[in-house]
């Protein structure tokens, strides 16, 4: 009984050690002195899933990283065109 309750109580200890680290997001910052990071939302396949709205989702998640980040980093679309491939 005295080894179960310590198992037990180790469990929980470990536990709540785990919890404690998952739940404390890492601090963004930026790549390089300007905080600028740029980005490409490519239209989805249908068959695939996506839908509607996503490219808008997607863009709104951008907005709100950024807002989070209270200034440490910016985010900027960029045209298809300029993708090199």
Do not use: C, H
Not at 52 to 71: I, K, M, S
């Amino acid at each position: 009984m005295r080894r179960f309750a310590l198992l037990v109580g180790t469990a929980v200890v470990v536990g709540l050690s785990v919890v404690s680290v998952a739940q404390t997001p890492p601090k963004l910052v930026p790549l390089d002195s300007t905080g600028l990071i740029t980005y490409y939302i490519a239209e989805g396949i249908p068959t695939f899933g996506s839908r509607p709205g996503d490219v808008e989702l997607a863009t709104w998640a951008f907005n709100e990283w950024q807002r989070r980040a209270e200034g440490a980093i910016r985010f900027q679309p960029f045209a298809r065109d300029t993708i090199v491939y």
